[in-house]
């Protein structure tokens, strides 16, 4: 099974258009699945005569953005044959057939949101004649679905790696509970909107279809976006309480405020205590002024103030931590004995750009940071080249790069010449560029150059020196006649 690059298809009401480009990123907007699918078959080689099998077969299976313009991302096949499915990022696969049948293919496309398009082609694979009948044969295969998650809570949007940890399954169903769904092994979902969600997994063996679903109720848990929310007093140094627990001392921004109804008190020495309910919402600031009055005698009782701890995650994991600039260890990390109030808190990873938050750490209260890190900016692009026929040498700047079909990656953003070579075939040359970051995909066609065989030579001189020879034989006959 081979993977073809991916072709841009418009098919709509007979017109087919091939040509090759690459996909942009937009921002996501999950307003439903791709709004079209095409499904063309492509270098044929189950259909031709006289029937061989086994046979290959290339399919291409692209599909349009959402209405929204959520572009494609993800493209999954079964083949129907009892084999693996293919799943991946490259909208163009080729298969290997190894018996005749009407083979039932299931297609799917979907966005980067999960939300998926799917249809179904049914492929007729003849035997060839004198064929001798060959029963498919399965092992007993009892397929036993389980998963992980990580992280399992946290604000949204909530991006989650699931893990199948499943045995005796080559093929997934995935239901993660807020409209998304997955065919892959090992899938990375993001939540926008908070709330409890359950996840299922179906695990099957596609050879004996066997299927085993696990479910986990209330497995992913999303909070509410925290709001900004600044507190400052007159005259400052007021201890800030929020709903009982200590925040900080005026003035004083908190972010990790959750939104929904809060209990505001303001304690100072000397001053009258300061109370007020008070709503914070999603990515909206908030900010509080208390003027605060001279007391006459002193409040009775207080809370006293205790250390709390910072619990940090970070997606992918082992980010170094860094609290107001000291060293802390490495994610996924508890720091405890943090004293209370604003702390800045820095993660740094090879490869990703440094996440940093300032904190509150409330007495005696454990605050949580969930870190999504943001991998650099690519300086480097691929690009997927297929000829037909396949087995051209690839060069890129008169680099040798591999055989095609070939993906090839790690070249730098900007213009390249590309050339194909492969005997009996004219050199194909052409200019290319490089987009950072993106996979460029190409088709090429090569031209058959005729070439005259030893066979052919010798033929052709066999025929100029018979024609001489008769030509003398006609000449000496006109003289003697004379």
């Known amino acids: 099974m081979k993977i073809l690059p991916g072709y841009i298809l418009i098919v709509g009401f007979g017109l087919v258009m091939v040509t090759w480009c690459v996909m942009p990123v937009t921002a996501t907007v999950c307003d439903g699945p791709p709004d079209a699918q095409s499904f063309i078959l492509f270098s044929g080689g189950c259909d031709r005569v006289p029937r061989v099998l086994p046979c290959t077969q290339g399919f291409i299976f692209p599909a349009l953005p959402s209405p929204g313009g959520d572009f494609p991302t993800q493209y999954y096949l079964d083949f129907g044959d009892g084999s693996s499915p293919y799943y991946g990022t490259v909208d163009g696969i080729t298969h290997t057939f190894t018996f005749p049948g009407q083979f039932t293919l299931k297609y799917m496309a979907g966005t980067q949101c999960d939300l998926w398009r799917q249809g179904t082609y049914v492929l007729d694979v003849r035997p060839p004649e004198n064929y001798t009948p060959v029963i498919p044969s399965c092992e007993a295969a009892h397929p036993l679905a389980a998963f992980t998650a990580t992280p399992a809570s946290g604000f949204a949007p909530l991006t989650v790696r699931f893990t199948s940890t499943s045995t005796s399954s080559d093929a997934y169903a995935w239901r993660f509970g807020d409209g998304g769904t997955s065919p892959a092994e090992n899938p990375v979902h993001t939540y ?46 007021a201890t800030v309480y929020i709903d009982n627990v200590v925040k900080g001392i005026t003035p004083v921004t908190l972010t990790d405020t959750a939104a929904g109804s809060h209990t505001l008190l303001l304690r100072r020495s000397g001053y009258d205590d300061y109370t007020r309910n008070f709503i914070t919402e999603p990515l909206t600031p908030a900010t509080i002024g208390a003027t605060l009055t001279k007391s006459v005698t002193e409040p009775t009782t207080r809370p006293t103030p205790t250390f709390g701890s910072v619990a940090i995650t970070s997606f992918p994991s082992g980010a170094a931590i860094f609290l107001d600039d000291s060293p802390r260890g490495t994610a996924p990390v508890v720091i405890p004995d943090v004293l209370p109030g604003n702390h800045e808190v820095i993660l740094s990873l090879m490869g990703y750009n440094d996440w940093n938050q300032v904190v509150s750490v409330g007495s005696g209260q454990t605050s949580a940071v969930n870190a999504i890190l943001i991998a650099h900016a690519p300086t480097t692009g691929s690009l997927a080249v297929i000829s037909d026929p396949a ?92």
């Open 192 to 237: 926008i909107a908070p709330g409890t969600y359950s996840v299922s997994l179906e695990a099957r063996d596609s050879c004996t279809g066997n299927v085993n679903r696990a479910d986990r109720l209330g497995y992913i848990t999303v909070t509410a976006t925290a709001g900004t929310l600044a507190i400052s007093s007159i005259p400052p140094g």
């Open 391 to 482: 087995g051209a040498e690839i060069y890129i700047d008169n680099d040798f790069k591999g055989v095609s079909p070939v993906t090839i990656s790690g070249l730098s953003a900007g213009a390249h010449t590309l050339s194909l070579k492969l005997q009996d075939y004219a050199d194909n040359t052409s200019n290319i560029t490089i987009m950072a970051g993106q996979t460029g995909r190409i088709p090429v066609v090569m031209e058959k150059v005729h070439r005259l065989s030893v066979m052919d030579i010798i033929l052709a001189a066999g025929v100029v020196l018979m024609i001489v020879i008769i030509a003398g034989f006609v000449m000496l006959r006109q003289d003697t006649e004379k």
